[in-house]
């Protein structure tokens, strides 16, 4: 058993399909396929079940693959640490960031890391929570930037900051003439949300003590699929929306008549952390990063960690 029969497991895994496996991994089928079944002898078990026109992993081969995962992953890590002369701040750092995140932070750090830690190479991958855990968990980046709370036995969080929520609507709102906005203006207000699947949605009614969506009338059919979208439906006239701070600041750029308005309600937040694996090997890459992260933050959310 050696490194490459590895890739070669995790590849047919990843793909279920052999032929797509082999390219993948630049060998020819037949010479993955033999591969892989010597290594099924070797180890005892059937690894996947083949037929015509599928290939599944095995209960059994489900467990070896995460652990050749954990494996190639360590091994990657000896690489970079060798490479570096034991740095480990030198090399790809595979970073995942929800959509409601990533283009209002990383703007903000991107340069400062580049300048301050110039070996370090950023691979950023935006998609929504659920899928950044399951990618997670499969190896496939190395942390995530995330506004939920994640309970998993297999991954840690770090604490980043506290990001309040705004209140956006536009300037001939009924609410405009309000000096501040109150629980009870938030219960009655005709809020946009984002689509299921977005877990800002949510939070935003968690903290703001919001009970329901609008489930009747005009409002119960809009719904957005990003915060762009939420923006040009608010600018239109179609109601108003929660925003977290980063991106208030958005709003507030726009000709539009937009106008963002803190909260001046108890706990009206989300916290965002980094989330990661215990068995990652790069624990001072994250700390780099999250230091960068809070160094760079700008003074309207809460920073919580000092690194």
Known sequence: MNLRDLQYLVAVADTRHFGNAAEQCFVSQPTLSGQIKKLEDELGVTLFERTRRSVETTPTGDAIVSQAKLILEQADALRHLAASHQDPLVGPLRMGVIPTLSPYLMPLILKPLQKQYPQMKLVLSEELTDTLITRLNKHEIDAALLATPVENP???????????????HPRNH??????SITQADLDGADLLLLTEGHCLAEQAMKACHIKNRCSQGDMADLRAASLETLLQMVAAGLGSTLLPALASKTA???DKGLIARQLQLPDTYRQVSLVYRHSFPRRQALEAF????L?????????LNTL
């Open 154 to 168: 297999n991954l840690e969080s770090m604490p980043l900051f506290n990001e309040p929520f705004w209140f956006v």
């Open 174 to 179: 009924p609410l405009s003439k309000k000096k």
């Open 252 to 254: 507030s750029a726009r």
């Open 290 to 293: 999250a230091k960068i992260i």
């Open 295 to 303: 160094e760079n933050l700008p003074d309207t959310v809460s920073p």
